[in-house]
Structure formats: structure tokens, C-alpha cells
């Protein structure tokens, strides 16, 4: 409780001001694209999630060179989302929360390297001002054992192959989905109820 409040009140020093578009993007990475992208399928007011990689310094990526941790790319996911039903600071809430662990370096569970690391992508200068309030906040208020160790980066987004793309959804029974994502969502579930969509 005293994390969501604390999101809360930093959502409210950093929230921009004016009318907001119908619908919006915020590019996040948090570990296996997988998992991310099954978390945000399950938030009402996300219209699509889309897996890939964001950031390096190629003008393209693909799976095989990113997991090589020599382009620079990180595995995140693109969501889009209708402003006017979940908000920037919504967003962050979840991904700080139960979509990753924000203190983990170069690594989330199981998966290690910097392909795996906790960046956020802002798409507009608003954003990155947010990103960077909630950052501060989260890290002042030490209710981490650990400093944060999510980034604010730039960087193109890619799309990744087909076959990642809703993996968790199209393989229910995968032993990593199992293990590792599928109590994301148990999460999203129990501490966001009003967010959750089945």
C-alpha cells in the first residue's frame, strides 16, 4: 500500500498537463518481453502490446543478434493505450510493481545480460519528465532493499519476430511462461483488481 500511494503522489508532482490524445504509446523493458507483454494484455485501457526491442545502436534488430548483448537493444514491449481509461503514472504503477523487479542490474529471474535490463523509452518530453519524478521518488523513499536500478534511455522500438509475439497467451503451458510469468499476472490480479482484465 505504501508503494501505490507513494506512485500515486509522484504521478501527481510529475502528471503533464492538457487534453490528452486518445490514445497514447509507452515503450518498457523489464526483463523477457514475454512476461511484460502478458502483463500488459491483462490492464484495461491497453489496446495492444506489441514484443521487440528498443534502444541499441543498429538501425534493426532480431532476436539472435540482440541476445548476443552486442547490439545494445533490450527485450521491451510498445503499449498502446487510451489515455482517457489509464494514465502514463497507471502504467508505471504496474511496471514497478508486478511487471518486473526495478532493482535487478542487467538481469531479471532466470535471464541475465543487458538485453534483460529495466529501462524506460519515453515517446514525448512529458514522459521522460515522469519516468524521471518516479524514479527520484521510488528512490528516496528506500522502500526497495535496493537503489532503482531502471534506466531512462532512447532509442528506436522493433518489433520482434512473430513467434514472440503473445507467446504466454498462445502457450499457456510453457514451463517458463509457468514459472516465471504467469505470477505476474496472478499479481496484476490481486493487487490491481480494478486494472485486471481476464
Not at 504503477?93 to 531479471?108: G, K, L, S
Not at 532509442?155 to 520482434?160: D, E, I, M, T, V
Not at 509475439?165 to 505470477?183: E, G, S, T
Request: aromatic fraction near 12%; proline fraction near 7%; charged fraction near 20%.
Amino acid at each position: 500500500m505504501k508503494l501505490a500511494k507513494l506512485l500515486t503522489a509522484a504521478a501527481l508532482v510529475a502528471a503533464p498537463a492538457g487534453a490528452a490524445p486518445k490514445t497514447q504509446t509507452a515503450v518498457l523493458a523489464g526483463g523477457c518481453f514475454w512476461g511484460m507483454e502478458s502483463v500488459f494484455e491483462h490492464v484495461e485501457g491497453v489496446t495492444d502490446v506489441v514484443s521487440g526491442y528498443a534502444g541499441g545502436t543498429s538501425t534493426d534488430a532480431n532476436y539472435d543478434a540482440v541476445s548476443s548483448e552486442g547490439t545494445g537493444h533490450a527485450e521491451a514491449v510498445k503499449i498502446r493505450y487510451d489515455p482517457s481509461r489509464i494514465s502514463y503514472a497507471q502504467l508505471l504503477q504496474i511496471y514497478f510493481t508486478v511487471a518486473h523487479d526495478p532493482t535487478q542490474v542487467n538481469r531479471q529471474g532466470p535471464d541475465v545480460g543487458s538485453s534483460y535490463r529495466s529501462a524506460i523509452f519515453p515517446q514525448t518530453p512529458e514522459q521522460a519528465r515522469f519516468a524521471k519524478a518516479f524514479i527520484t521518488r521510488l528512490n528516496s523513499s528506500h522502500i526497495y532493499k535496493s537503489p532503482i536500478a531502471t534506466k531512462i534511455e532512447s532509442g528506436g522500438f522493433y518489433p520482434a519476430e512473430a513467434y514472440h509475439q503473445d507467446f504466454a497467451r498462445k502457450h499457456p503451458l510453457f514451463p517458463y511462461i509457468v514459472v516465471n510469468d504467469r505470477p505476474k499476472v496472478v499479481a496484476l490480479h490481486k493487487k490491481f483488481p480494478g486494472f485486471y482484465k481476464a
